[in-house]
């Protein structure tokens, strides 16, 4: 079947810190690849996002390269900001069929200023 | 641009009571579903539409129905509410081309005691 699996939260950084939160997939086919972020009280908003093997999403300083030999959509930023505060969800879809999102587990991010 | 349009925001049950959530969406989306996010989880798929007058189970279905009988609207009825149905319920909609992911509503915070 298809999943996605991230790395255990929550993670904590200090303002400023490099950040990589892990994500690798398992698909039957060849799945576009996101990012979604969850503020506080909020829905999810699309983060970022790639179609196929080495596109490269980008979005708000944030990246994430689709790296089909390691199936992995590892999620970077350069320096966060207390504002990055918030649960991120990587989420794959087949392009095929009713296009369901399978999500990860979620990583809450917390950085202290 | 609304977007995707959920109704109540808040609401609580007692045990046995019924009730339906709203989804609205106004950007001639083919496809909409509803999740549940429990409490530092994941999203799980309930319920789907391709399409108006189509509707399929999704991964946790179990107590709760759908119809579709419009493209904008995709109202999720809980029959007979459980305390495991606390939960907050998102409803989101996409187009038929996977690479712009989906369009999320704001949530139903639902609490069943």
């Known amino acids: 079947g298809n999943s996605v699996t991230q790395m255990e939260g929550p993670v904590t950084l200090s303002e400023e810190a490099f950040l990589t939160i892990n994500c690798t997939y398992t698909?039957?086919?060849?799945?576009?690849l996101f990012w979604y972020v969850q503020y506080p009280g909020e829905g999810l908003q699309l983060l970022l996002k790639?179609?196929?093997?080495?596109d490269k999403g980008s979005n708000k300083g944030f990246e994430a390269t689709y790296r089909k030999e390691t199936t992995s959509f590892h999620l970077e930023k350069g320096s966060v900001q207390v504002s990055d505060s918030a649960v991120y969800f990587c989420?794959?879809?087949?392009?095929?069929?009713?296009?369901?999102?399978?999500f990860g587990q979620g990583t809450r991010l917390t950085i202290n200023p | 641009n609304a977007g995707v349009t959920q109704t109540p925001k808040f609401r609580i049950l007692k045990i046995g009571q019924s009730m339906t959530l709203q989804c609205t969406q106004d950007?001639?989306?083919?496809?909409m579903y509803w999740y549940r996010q429990d409490p530092g989880m994941g999203l799980k798929l309930i319920y789907y539409?391709?399409?108006?007058?189509?509707?399929d189970k999704g991964e946790v279905p179990n107590g709760y129905n759908v119809s579709r009988s419009t493209t904008e609207d995709f109202p999720l009825r809980l029959e007979l509410a459980a305390p495991s149905q606390t939960s907050v319920y998102f409803c989101?909609?996409?187009?038929?081309?996977?690479?712009?992911?989906?369009?999320f509503g704001s949530g139903t915070r639902l609490t069943v005691v």
């Open positions: 989101a909609s996409s187009s038929s081309d996977s690479y712009y992911g989906y369009t």
């Open positions: 698909a039957t086919g060849y799945p576009s």
């Open positions: 790639a179609t196929k093997a080495d």
């Open positions: 989420a794959l879809v087949l392009i095929q069929g009713a296009q369901k999102l399978v």
């Open positions: 950007m001639n989306h083919n496809y």
């Open positions: 539409s391709v399409g108006a007058g189509i509707t």
